[in-house]
């Protein structure tokens, strides 16, 4: 009976689920000029999670020409660039376990690409958020906004 009862509560629960999580994609490409492909991105606030994706177009390797997608609030990318340069390429330029860091995806080289999944409650309605590369050097060219609405 107890078994019963316990088969039904899981029946119940998975019928009440609210329906699958909305991930949302997005996609960027950087080449070897320090330059990302686009100087905006729009979240839709009516997703989830967000799935991005990084492609380096270019063909130089990642320790001459390394790309990678970092988020954080604008007021604050600039300190964070300045700090992921000393942290390292053994850290993919990034201070390890920072709050700042809202999403990040690894570093590459040319030909490969690499995925920054996170979730949209993260991120706040009109908040003001840039995206940059945290390779030394590169965030000055490297750099755009992240709109959610
Ligand atoms: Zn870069």
């Given at each position: 009976m107890r078994a019963m009862a316990a088969i039904l509560l899981t029946l119940l629960a998975a019928i009440s689920t609210p329906a699958a999580a909305k991930t949302c994609r997005l996609e960027i490409d950087a080449n070897d000029?320090?330059?990302?492909?686009?100087?905006e991105l729009v979240v839709p606030v009516t997703c989830d999670r967000v799935e991005l994706t990084l492609n380096h177009?270019?063909?130089?390797p990642v320790e001459r020409m390394g790309h990678n997608w970092v988020l954080s609030r604008s007021a604050v990318f600039r300190d964070l660039a300045q700090d992921g340069k000393r942290a390292g390429l053994d850290n993919g330029y990034l201070p390890p376990g920072?709050?700042?860091?809202l999403a990040a995806t690894g570093l590459v080289g040319g030909g490969e690409s690499t995925r920054a999944i996170f979730d949209r409650?993260?991120?706040?309605?009109?908040g003001d958020y840039t995206y940059f590369c945290s390779f030394p050097g590169h965030y000055g060219a490297m750099n755009g906004r992240l709109v959610v609405r």
């Open positions: 000029r320090l330059q990302y492909s686009k100087s177009v270019g063909r130089l920072d709050a700042r860091v409650s993260l991120l706040e309605p009109g």
